[in-house]
């Protein structure tokens, strides 16, 4: 993968499969040991003890198409090639928090890429989702939560008191093409409030 | 800054746009996500769709995202599936083919043959 990006729509692919209704990327930096930490939790399926000590061999995969899964090992990679730490935490039917760290300043970390691109691509394709993206760094914490996003959408506002018949009429979904294009401005200028000046391929 | 209470705006403006949309019986753009389609290049082609098929407003066609297709060589593979359920699967897609494809297949119906799996396997 050549971007953290990338390798985050390929693991949030994994939490979608395993029946998910609720996914969080959490994207923080770490300023004390220059660590960028990348976490995606969901509440799926889950995997036992068994699947989870095989979930990093390439080798252990779901899908009946081929037998490698390489989604996981290659994440796995791209952090421990930067001095980074990788963790994955699952529980039978509560859920999986996949946890990676990455030197900020080692020359093999990945760039962050395009993380708008990546959440509005999961969004489109899944608009049922509840999806939560928090960036976080000494700058400050930005958080888009799919769950506010609808409720605003429904045009159920809080302070407009009088409501009509057959509501639905006036709700907008989520995968309508100019909310897509807001949500990805949006983003855009969380990531660039949020890490620019702390990863330098981030304008500030 | 931007902040969450534009949506309102986005949603009266689009609200006057869409009279009605339904995906009930129209055409499905499926995207092979799975590692080896994203590490292709499979995310600029199906936002390249969604730009697409806005920019000319066609009503009824869907874009979503599947696991892999299992022709990991040929990724990013596309799959096109017409209301009766007739399925044409395109390889090795750019986001420049996808625009091709909205043009030529969704809006007049001429299959891109050249963009098959079929023509690359020959």
Known sequence: ?204 | MKSIAELEEIRRKTLEKISLRTSADGIRIVVGMATCGIAAGARPVMNAFVEEIDKRNLKNVTVSMTGCIGVCKLEPVVEVIDKNGNKVTYVKMTAEKAARVVVEHIVNGNVCLDLTIGAEQR
């Open chain 1, 1 to 204: 993968m050549r971007d953290l990006s990338l390798h985050i729509l390929d693991i949030v692919q994994n939490s979608i499969k395993a029946n998910s209704t609720f996914i969080k990327v959490h994207i923080s930096e770490k300023p004390d040991d220059d660590k960028l930490a990348l976490e995606i939790e969901d509440n799926g399926d889950g995997m036992d003890s068994d699947l989870l000590k095989r979930a990093d061999d390439p080798f252990t995969t779901s899908r009946t198409t081929r037998r490698v899964g390489l989604g996981i090992p290659m994440l796995k990679e791209s952090a421990l090639k930067c001095e980074g730490e990788f963790n994955i935490y699952s529980e039978k039917d509560i859920g999986t928090k996949v946890f990676a760290a990455f030197s900020i300043n080692h020359i093999d970390r990945l760039p962050i890429g395009d993380i708008g691109d990546t959440m509005i691509a999961l969004i489109t394709a899944n608009p049922d989702m509840h999806f939560i993206l928090k960036l976080e760094s000494i700058n400050g914490i930005f958080i888009l939560d799919t769950a506010e996003v609808k409720k605003m959408l429904s045009g159920e506002m809080p302070e407009a008191g009088e409501k009509q018949e057959g509501e639905n009429q006036y709700c907008v979904d989520i995968n309508e093409f100019a909310v897509i294009q807001w949500l990805k401005e949006y983003i855009d200028e969380g990531i660039k409030n949020i890490f620019g000046g702390v990863l330098n391929e981030v304008d500030s």
